[in-house]
């Protein structure tokens, strides 16, 4: 089985500061993973995935995330918020052998001016 | 446009009342899944299902019920609602093909109040 714990319940930010997003997860065998992101009111939407390659992977609307095999985590960062960015944002993880995805608790990013 | 469609979007029932939640997706996606959202508890799985008439239990099934006659239709069904099972429902689908995973996609959510 596999978990997904993510370290920061609430990330208050400032317009224009960076962020970042922490997650780790465990899990026995080879995994995908992937972070959501849930706006007020709305359904989640896939931010960005890690399948295989190259361990940095990047979103069009500026956040990236970085796979960490040795430290089992695959943190979210963007260099510079905006006021849309506010949301919940979630981790989630799948074996790569099957398709259940398992989901961290979220974190709630709030971006003030 | 491709989408995963709940129904409703909101629904307040009452203890014991049996009530379906539909959900259906125009993809020919294989795969389906039923999550609850819960404050500081993520998303759980309730069901999946592999395909057609293939379906089973993820972590929390115990009250729901669900089927899958159709590849486009996964509807959860609660035969007899409890309060604590008052919760923001997503369906998901995604995409088999070999061992890739491309994600899931969610439809809108339901949120459901049983008093």
């Known amino acids: 089985a596999q978990s997904v714990t993510q370290l920061d319940s609430q990330v208050p930010v400032f317009e224009e500061a960076p962020v970042e997003l922490r997650c780790n997860y465990s899990?026995?065998?080879?995994?995908?993973l992937f972070w959501y992101v849930q706006y007020p009111n709305q359904g989640l939407q896939l931010l960005l995935k890690?399948?295989?390659?190259?361990?940095l992977v990047k979103s069009i609307n500026g956040f990236e995330a970085e796979f960490n095999k040795s430290q089992t985590s695959f943190h979210l960062r963007k260099p510079s918020v905006h006021i849309s960015d506010t949301a919940e944002y979630f981790c989630?993880?799948?074996?790569?052998?099957?398709?259940?995805?398992?989901f961290g608790a979220g974190t709630t990013v709030t971006v003030r001016a | 446009e491709a989408q995963v469609t709940q129904n409703p979007r909101y629904l307040i029932t009452v203890t014991g009342k049996k009530l379906t939640v539909t959900c259906s997706q125009n993809?020919?996606?294989?795969?389906m899944s039923w999550y609850r959202q819960d404050p500081g508890l993520g998303l759980r799985q309730i069901y999946y299902?592999?395909?057609?008439?293939?379906?089973d239990k993820g972590d929390v099934p115990e009250g729901y019920k669900v089927s899958r006659k159709e590849k486009r239709n996964f509807p959860l069904i609660l035969e007899s609602p409890s309060p604590n099972q008052t919760s923001l429902y997503f369906c998901?689908?995604?995409?088999?093909?070999?061992?890739?995973?491309?994600?899931?996609?969610f439809g809108s959510g339901t949120r459901l109040t049983v008093v």
């Open positions: 899990s026995s065998v080879s995994v995908y």
């Open positions: 993809m020919n996606h294989e795969y």
């Open positions: 890690y399948l295989s390659g190259s361990t």
């Open positions: 299902s592999m395909n057609v008439e293939v379906t």
């Open positions: 989630a993880v799948t074996p790569t052998n099957d398709y259940k995805l398992s």
């Open positions: 998901a689908s995604s995409l088999s093909r070999g061992r890739l995973n491309y994600g899931y996609t």
